[in-house]
């Protein structure tokens, strides 16, 4: 009986951690941001930053935008 008890609440917890909510703020970001929802603020690794989307907290990473020079060609008839 213990063990079933112990099997469910870690069950419970991992699929809490593991769970992966679509965030409609992550897209209007210019970030790249995990799908992880995290209750806690967590460690994220180098370059990363933590960032808080309702009561999920996540990693982000800033993007690095690169300009597109659409004129480059001139085509000729």
Do not use: N
């Amino acid at each position: 009986m213990k063990i079933a008890t112990v099997l469910a609440f870690v069950t419970t917890i991992l699929s809490g951690v593991s769970a992966g909510p679509l965030f409609s703020e992550a897209d209007t970001i210019s970030a790249i941001c995990w799908k992880a929802c995290f209750h806690e603020r967590s460690h994220c690794p180098s370059e990363w930053h933590a960032k808080k989307f309702g009561r999920c907290w996540t990693c982000c990473k800033e993007r690095q935008v690169v300009p597109y020079d659409y004129e480059l060609f001139e085509w000729e008839e």
